[in-house]
């Protein structure tokens, strides 16, 4: 028996009126029973609230009741009834939503259910969402039931049904929320119950080739209708569910024969309870037809599962994603690739800006996905998981391969099917985030093996190019002339003076189109790099020196310090006002000749907010703006760099030892438990003194930021920690400076005598 319809508001009302305080009443109980009231239960049928029915504590308690007496009682949640509960009647039905954990819902059922033997089924759940999962109890059997609560007895239906074929017409189709609490909640179950697989890698590879199995099941069964029996169901005992499920895995495997590699790849590891645990907890699902906003969202689950920092590879948040894809335009006619595709973030991302540009026929997205899309990356998991998600999404799934899209000379012998798909020149567009940090650098041996040429730049003599870099050639090699690649890649990469002859080495390959500053929220849980979204395009001739370039310098990315989502997005907002032709806030266009002048292809260097205020100052005062290197040519200004650090065991003496966390508020803050002893001092001064002197300015080298120094009359006994520089005027003058970009502006004004506090600035001179 379905839902009767939706309730009158009347109704509604009367089941809020019965609610008692607390948000267990609010957002669970009130919605179940209404929810029952739609599967045609009467409300005088259900307890509930300040009404909720007792279950006696003990059978002396029982026998009170009996007697018409006061009896001490269990409160349950929720409990149905045959006919009214008012009158002497007891209670079929049982539902609990306290405990938040399943094995003390299940305690607490079979307590209550002891207690109270009319009861025919206890139901746990935590979720009024029909497709929520929930744990059926039934009396006389030892295990609990995983269903749905979509499947709670309507009235007049048995209680306790008897086991019958499951169809595929019997199945939901999962919500976000239930879809992305259920992968969250097998990840822990086997945590803490396998004893098969206990390393957390070997647990996610295990989930995804179940995942697998079941989409191919469900692929099959909606391929043969509604009335198609699946074949993913649980069976009476964890042995033969787990029987049924090996058998088939193996079958499986040989489909896939370049992603199961080896005897163990092939093999399910885990218990047969735990099979038995994954099959029914997905059993009722049409997890092929989730939805592209479910997927998005729920497989970030395992998404950030499969991540391993240690290996550079860092979990790609979806507004930077999205951003991404819109920023590189995905047309029809695109052959993209991302040749570290990862759990295949960009690609399906890809696919659903295709399905919302494809409004006629939407199958017409799907088949584009099957033939456009490719992937690769070097590890097993990820590759199983971007191979679900194309699945789900849209079965662009046969075109995401594992190897090392890097190491091409390794490709005959280990990864032949690499060779006839990455085909030099063959792509359109290439979208990645490369892995990334200072340890990730790939050999000069391996480059000129494989065919690489950037290790022969600045002057041939690099023995390891960072990875990030190396996949920057690949991206070139991959696409034909004209074709575009969007690529997540640390900042430093395009302004450090280690890294100049980056600019020299892109300047005849590609041309950079736009530049996006990515906020450092959107990696900060995995790593401190500065990293930007750059669009470049590969050039078939001498580039466009006239030619734009566009700078996109959002603060925020919908994510907050903390890792969590916040509505807070200017990344979006100013992609979507860039693609309107409209400058966002902070946004700027530079000729690609002035690029190449410069030397930066960093957003933050050219956005003209940072400058604003300080030229409104020198308008307003009658001033003239001049540059710090300038200052210094003309020995205004000297500047040197502080004294290095003293071992941990050395602070302890009289001698100030100053760190940039010390500069706070305006003021050089001395703290009491990093003083050195003069010995040590004069060692890192390499003399008697610190070569301070009043009026210097004290300022952090690599400051992102305006930041406020201080200035002390007698600081010649101060030590300057290695991250700071020391900068000072020749005359006693207040310096207003703007330290965001290279071109640094003082303005001189009368300083008076004596005061003691000034502004500082990055010395990036």
């Known amino acids: 028996m379905e839902a009767q319809g939706q309730l009158s508001q009347g109704l509604v009302e009367e089941v809020r009126s019965q609610l008692k305080e607390g948000p267990e009443q609010e957002q669970v109980v009130g919605p179940l029973v209404q929810y ?3 599967k045609g239960y009467k409300l005088e049928q259900i307890r509930f609230g300040k009404r909720e029915w007792r279950v006696p504590k003990s059978p002396s308690e029982a026998h009170k009741r009996e007697k018409g007496r006061s009896y001490e009682g269990f409160p349950v949640d929720i409990a149905i009834f045959n006919a009214s509960a008012e009158g002497p009647s007891l209670p079929r039905i049982i539902i609990e ?6 094995e003390a819902g299940i305690s607490q059922l079979q307590a209550y259910m002891s207690l109270e033997p009319s009861v025919e089924l206890g139901i746990w759940t935590n979720s009024a969402d029909p497709s929520a999962p929930a744990l059926f109890l039934y009396r006389g059997e030892a295990h609990p039931r995983r269903k749905l609560v979509k499947d709670i007895p309507s009235p007049g239906d048995p209680i306790v049904p008897d086991r019958v074929p499951l169809r595929y017409k019997d199945l939901t189709v999962p919500s976000q929320d239930v879809l992305r609490k259920l992968f969250s909640d097998l990840m822990d179950r086997l945590a803490s119950e396998d004893a098969n697989v206990v390393r957390p890698d070997d647990r996610l590879s295990e989930l995804c080739n179940l995942i697998l199995l079941k989409l191919d099941g469900d692929r099959r069964a909606k391929a043969e209708g509604e009335e198609a029996e699946v074949r993913w169901r649980a069976l009476s005992t964890p042995e033969d569910t787990a029987r049924m499920i090996r058998e088939w895995f193996r079958n499986f495997t040989r489909v896939y024969p370049e992603l199961f590699t080896s005897e163990e790849e092939r ?3 885990l218990t047969d309870r735990s099979i038995h645990l994954v099959v029914e907890a997905l059993e009722g699902y049409r997890l092929i037809e989730a939805g592209s906003e479910a997927v998005a969202q729920a497989f970030q689950v395992l998404r950030t599962e499969a991540l391993r920092s240690a290996d550079g590879q860092f979990f790609t948040p979806q507004s930077v994603i999205k951003a991404g894809v ?8 695109d052959l993209v690739i991302d040749p570290a595709c990862g759990t295949g973030g960009f690609l399906i991302e890809a696919f659903f800006n295709l399905v919302e540009k494809a409004k006629g026929d939407p199958t017409q997205a799907v088949r584009w996905a099957q033939t456009h899309l490719y992937g ?3 590890d097993h998991v990820a590759v199983k998981l971007a191979k679900a998600v194309m699945q789900i999404g849209g079965d662009g799934s046969a075109h995401i391969f594992r190897g ?3 190491r091409r000379h ?5 990864f032949p099917h690499l060779q006839s798909e990455l085909q030099e020149g063959r792509f359109d567009l290439v979208l990645t985030n490369p892995p990334f940090g200072k340890d990730l650098v790939v050999s000069r041996e391996d480059l000129a093996q494989s065919g690489f040429s950037i290790h022969l730049a600045d002057g041939g003599s690099m023995k390891k190019v960072p990875i990030g870099l190396v996949f920057l050639e690949l991206a070139y090699w991959l696409l034909k002339p004209g074709g575009r690649v969007g690529i997540v890649l640390p900042e430093t990469y395009f302004f450090s003076r280690s890294y100049r002859w980056v600019m020299d080495w892109l300047r005849p390959r590609l041309r950079p189109l736009v530049v996006a500053n990515i906020p450092m929220e959107a990696f900060q849980q995995y790593a401190r790099a500065k990293t930007s979204f750059f669009v470049f395009e590969k050039l078939a001739s001498e580039p466009d020196l006239e030619a734009p370039v566009l700078f996109l310098n959002p603060h925020t990315c919908g994510i907050g310090p903390d890792g969590k989502d916040i509505p807070d997005n200017e990344l979006w907002e100013h992609v979507l006002l860039s693609k309107k032709g409209e400058l966002p806030p902070g946004a700027v266009q530079v000729r690609l000749g002035e690029v190449y002048r410069r030397g930066v292809l960093v957003p933050r260097y050219y956005d003209p907010r940072y400058e604003e205020p300080l030229n409104r100052l020198l308008e307003e005062k009658g001033l003239e703006g001049v540059s710090l290197g300038e200052l210094v040519k003309r020995g205004f200004l000297k500047y040197r760099f502080g004294h290095g650090s003293p071992d941990r065991l050395n602070r302890r003496g009289e001698v100030p030892y100053i760190k940039v966390s010390d500069l706070r508020a305006g003021r050089v803050n001395v703290n009491p438990t990093n003083l050195v002893p003069r010995e040590v001092a004069r060692r890192l001064w390499r003399g008697e003194e610190s070569g301070l002197r009043a009026w210097d300015l004290l300022i952090p080298f690599y400051a992102n930021s305006f930041v406020l120094g ?8 101060l030590r300057v920690s290695g991250s700071w520089a020391r900068t000072r005027h020749r005359s006693a003058t207040a310096s207003i400076i703007s330290s965001r970009s290279r071109k640094y502006r003082l303005a001189t004004a009368s300083f008076t005598k004596g005061h003691t506090r000034s502004t500082g600035c990055s010395s990036g001179l």
Do not use: A, G, M
Not at 97 to 102: A, I
């Open 376 to 378: 690769v990356d070097k």
């Open 267 to 269: 093999t399910l590891r």
């Open 36 to 38: 029952l009231l739609t």
């Open 404 to 406: 090392d899209s890097i």
């Open 410 to 414: 390794e490709w005959p012998k280990s």
């Open 710 to 717: 201080h200035q002390w009359n007698r600081v010649c006994r």
């Open 97 to 102: 939503t306290k405990q938040p954990k399943e």
């Open 326 to 333: 819109v920023l590189t335009e995905v047309e029809w006619d």
